[in-house]
């Protein structure tokens, strides 16, 4: 496969929002507005937080106000994946929480089980499919790893089948791999931008007042409300949830706990049916490989393969633009992948490219938390793996709002925030030598240098 070639057609745009599903715009605020509880953003984090406002209260006055459109950042640019996992993985989770590694795995699986049950008490056309994800492993070094946590996976009631290399290939036909592992309940492929779409809709059903491109500029703390002042208007709120990710907080203390970094991925033409032949894939299963920097793929509705990952990239000063949606460097590069995984598919081509950013923390998964007298919830720092495990956030933050004391906020994981990241141009530094670091652990059998066994004491890291 040329990968220039294959690129040549493929819109500068996400896939996923790029379709004619997508719904008309809602209305700005203008003037000014009450309510008991306003969200701000619009993508699953805000969506999820509204909805389940008004589950649990049906009389609460709730209003959410995005920026932009709903969907249109990192809810509508991701691969489609809702994870079961709450910690970014159940090693992650050992490491940082042991003692309760297993109520952590409970509960993300109740959550993502719930999260199907709402897709279709609402009727949300979305694609949803609980297909599982198979680990693949190109490398020796990295089914090694693989297999060393597979009995505490199984210990902690995750389904986990292994494969060896004809089994797996037997799944999804590749040269690539020498085996890997089925994890049958953690992973649903869906449509992230339909949902996005219809967990809107389901707002609007319940009684949520959404107001699109009406970004926040600015909160006051009152003695009766905080007053959230957006360009043509204001509301005065009992209660605030922030679900904005990375984008510039309302709340000062958390510019120290997140860093953007930018995810990129591809989507290519329908397959013919002799080209989804060649490929196999009839469980149509989520595929993850099990390096460092890793690629994620998947089918979509109409036998597309989503192609993303690998290239986790943070531009120095942490700055975030729109022209950083967009680089070329790193699409060829997974187009030469996609090639070497699938040399049965040459002359396949790509429809769409694209970008977007993601929150990213030092511990990998959200962080949660409160202030302004316990008026303002937050959960941020997702870090790649927010499509399911924001609804659980979601719920945290109604919890601490309501001041209730539930077996989510009784959590250290809950109660605890990561480590901080130094100040730029530290900050900057860091992080390249990380990424410089990761991708030669990559190139030798997975050994982890100097530079990432002190940031592995510290508590530090960075991931896609």
């Known amino acids: 496969m040329d990968p220039l070639k294959a690129l040549a057609d493929a819109e500068r745009k996400p896939y996923w929002l790029d379709s004619p599903a997508k719904p008309e715009p809602l209305t700005r605020l203008f003037g000014e507005t009450s309510a008991d509880l306003a969200v701000v953003g619009g993508g699953f984090s805000g969506l999820w937080t509204a909805l389940m406002a008004k589950e649990r209260d049906p009389s609460l006055d709730v209003v959410l106000l995005e920026g932009r459109r709903v969907g249109w950042a990192a809810s509508g640019r991701n691969g489609g994946f809702a994870m079961a996992t709450l910690t970014h993985g159940i090693a992650n989770g050992l490491e940082r929480w042991p003692e309760e590694i297993s109520t952590l795995e409970r509960l993300g699986v109740d959550n993502l089980d719930e999260l199907g049950e709402a897709v279709a008490r609402y009727g949300i056309d979305c694609g949803y499919e609980r297909t599982g994800e198979l680990h693949v492993a190109t490398e020796p070094w990295?089914?090694?790893?693989?297999?060393?946590?597979?009995?505490?996976?199984?210990?902690l009631g995750a389904r986990f089948d292994v494969l060896d290399a004809e089994e797996i290939r037997a799944e999804v036909n590749s040269p690539t791999y020498i085996g890997g592992h089925w994890e049958r309940d953690g992973c649903?492929?869906?449509?992230?931008?339909?949902?996005?779409?219809?967990?809107?809709?389901?707002?609007?059903?319940?009684?949520v007042r959404i107001y699109e491109r009406t970004p926040v500029r600015t909160m006051k703390d009152t003695p009766a409300s905080l007053d959230l002042r957006t360009p043509h208007g204001m509301v005065r709120a009992r209660n605030v949830a922030l679900g904005t990710g990375v984008f510039q907080p309302l709340l000062r203390r958390l510019r120290h706990l997140l860093v953007p970094v930018y995810d990129y991925a591809l989507m290519t033409e329908p397959l013919?049916?002799?080209?989804?032949?060649s490929v196999g894939w009839q469980n149509r299963q989520g595929v993850g490989d099990a390096a460092n920097q890793f690629h994620y793929y998947r089918l979509t509705e109409d036998n597309r393969i989503l192609w993303g990952g690998y290239d986790a990239v943070y531009y120095n000063?942490?700055?975030?633009?729109?022209?950083?949606?967009?680089?070329?460097?790193?699409?060829?590069?997974?187009?030469?992948?996609f090639s070497t995984t699938f040399p049965q598919l040459s002359g396949l081509r790509f429809t769409h490219r694209w970008g977007g950013v993601i929150d990213t923390c030092s511990r990998f998964s959200a962080f949660y938390g409160r202030s302004h007298g316990g008026r303002l919830a937050y959960a941020a720092g997702y870090t790649g793996m927010g499509v399911g495990a924001t609804r659980f956030g979601a719920n945290v933050m109604l919890d601490l709002l309501a001041g209730e004391r539930t077996e989510r906020t009784e959590l250290r994981m809950v109660k605890e925030k990561p480590v901080p990241f130094p100040p730029e141009p530290v900050r900057s530094v860091g992080i390249q030598m990380t990424r410089w670091s990761i991708a030669q652990a990559d190139l030798h059998q997975g050994r982890r240098n100097l530079w990432l066994r002190t940031l592995d004491r510290m508590g530090l890291g960075f991931d896609s």
């Open 142 to 155: 990295q089914l090694e790893e693989m297999n060393q946590s597979l009995d505490i996976a199984r210990e």
């Open 188 to 207: 649903a492929m869906l449509d992230p931008a339909r949902l996005a779409w219809g967990l809107r809709e389901a707002c609007l059903s319940m009684g």
């Open 272 to 277: 013919s049916a002799d080209q989804l032949a």
């Open 317 to 337: 000063g942490g700055m975030i633009k729109p022209e950083y949606e967009q680089r070329d460097e790193t699409f060829v590069k997974l187009a030469e992948h």
